[in-house]
């Protein structure tokens, strides 16, 4: 590249702004968060973990900083960042940015109040700001009897008590999100001791509506999760034996009809997103204990099969986390277990984890505060209500105390 690049804040398009002066490359850093400072750049190497940073609290106009990809790993694992309650690129704090691109630097000034910072140098990033659904929602089941009571949860992953039932009562249905930053879920099929298909919606305040017709196949054991950032999708279950269709959700919550299986039929499998607009199925009983996975792509396409990755079980649950990533934990593997396996953001299950808390199936799991989740519920010798948190970085925690009617069965979903 010949002639001479000035100092400037805007670029003309394919023309690079320079970096000021004024910036004091820092050591190279490998650490899972970074609160960063105006006026420095960054050499961020994400080859073993992932990277938080968090933005000033406060700045002024013309404070720039430079984040780069040391080891040209971000595509791997990606930078995130927190805003820390000012805007970014006119967004407020209640999202984040995820940088992905290989070889990627990040040059961001900070322009107003209304706009935040803005990067001016971000290379090929068509990434937008991303959000997560900040609270969550169980739902339906079996507490001896088929039941529709639902339990909030907050955005700090605190289960608060019953609901009453809104819709019939059933169990062995499953749920997920639509409407994208709408943030909006669906509980869906079922049984009643018939199989049903109904679905009953869930309003961005958390409220369940009334029962919607069936739509496609009627089945239970099923597994559901988003895809495409604003979009959800049914898959797979029973209905007298394994199935294997599929059922799209619209960006307004309404259900499609079948589409043709793919992959092997199997049932009392989970589901969950990944990768900000994917989602996998996996794991479940195709007539015995299976770890195969299906991916979803962000048009709601389901692949063919991939082979197992850890342990078999059915009856686990699964949830998205760290705003990208998901985890599958817990179900029954001529046993009990608590065992999870994490989903990278590139659809990729990792090998087993050892069980945290109580090991149970039956149990269903949802993301809340945007970037962490909960498993909650189950079947443990006896149906219970404990329930565990999942951190941004997919680490289980313990046992948090039964709040509401102990049930399994029963499903999940995050709403905003």
């Keep these: 590249m010949s002639g ?15 970096a000021s002066a004024g910036i004091s490359w820092q050591s190279v850093i490998t650490g899972s968060t970074l609160t960063a400072v105006a006026g420095n750049g960054y050499p961020i190497d994400t080859t073993s973990n992932a990277c938080t940073i968090t933005l000033p609290a406060s700045a002024s ?3 720039e900083i430079i984040f780069t990809d040391y080891d040209r790993t971000w595509g791997t694992y990606s930078i995130t960042l927190d805003f820390n309650g000012l805007n970014y690129q006119s967004k407020d704090d209640s999202y984040t940015a995820e940088y992905t691109t290989d070889g990627q630097s990040v040059h961001i000034v900070y322009m ?27 739902g339906f089941g079996d507490d001896s009897t088929y039941t529709g009571v639902t339990n909030l949860v907050s955005d700090a992953g605190v289960v608060a008590t019953d609901v009453a039932a809104v ?26 001791g018939s199989y049903v298909g109904m679905t009953n919606l ?5 409220v369940v509506a009334s029962d919607t017709a069936a739509v496609g196949t009627v089945r239970r054991s099923l597994a559901a999760c988003d895809y495409g950032e604003d979009k959800g999708i049914f898959g797979f279950g029973y209905d007298g034996s394994p199935v294997g269709m599929t059922n799209l959700v619209s960006n307004t919550g309404v259900v499609g009809a079948d589409v043709a299986a793919v ?14 607009d994917k989602g996998i199925f996996g794991f479940g009983d195709d007539g015995s204990y299976t770890g195969k996975t299906n991916l979803v792509s962000n048009a709601g396409v389901v692949a063919s099969d ?32 608590s065992g999870t396996n994490l989903v990278s953001n590139t659809g990729v299950v990792g090998a087993d984890v050892a069980g945290v808390g109580t090991g149970r199936y039956g149990l269903a799991a ?11 519920f189950g079947y443990n010798g006896g149906i219970t209500a404990i329930s565990n948190l999942v951190s941004n970085a997919g680490v289980v925690a313990t046992d948090t105390a039964a709040v509401g009617t102990a049930r399994n069965v029963l499903a999940a979903c995050s709403f905003n």
Excluded: H, M
């Excluded at 639509?178 to 869906?188: A, C, D, L, N, V």
């Excluded at 869930?202 to 958390?206: E, H, I, N, Q």
């Excluded at 990208?324 to 009990?336: H, L, M, N, T, V």
């Design 263 to 276: 992959g092997t039929a199997y049932y009392q499998l989970a589901a969950c997103e990944y990768g900000g």
């Design 306 to 337: 991939t082979a197992a990755v850890g342990t078999a079980s059915s009856n686990p649950a699964a949830c998205g986390y760290g705003y990208d990533k998901g985890i599958f934990g817990f179900g029954y593997e001529a046993g009990i277990t």
């Design 366 to 376: 949802t993301q809340y505060g945007g970037d962490k989740g909960i498993f909650g």
């Design 112 to 138: 107003d109040a209304t706009n935040g910072w803005i990067p001016i140098e971000d290379e090929a990033v068509t990434d937008a700001p991303a959000k997560g659904n900040k609270e969550g929602i169980f």
């Design 61 to 63: 106009v013309g404070d």
């Design 4 to 18: 001479t690049i000035g100092d400037n804040v805007y670029r003309a398009s394919g023309v690079v702004a320079a």
């Design 202 to 206: 869930v309003s961005t305040a958390g």
């Design 167 to 192: 819709g019939t009562a059933r169990n062995y249905p499953a749920a997920c999100e639509y409407g994208g930053t709408g943030g909006k879920g669906i509980f869906g099929f079922g049984s009643t």
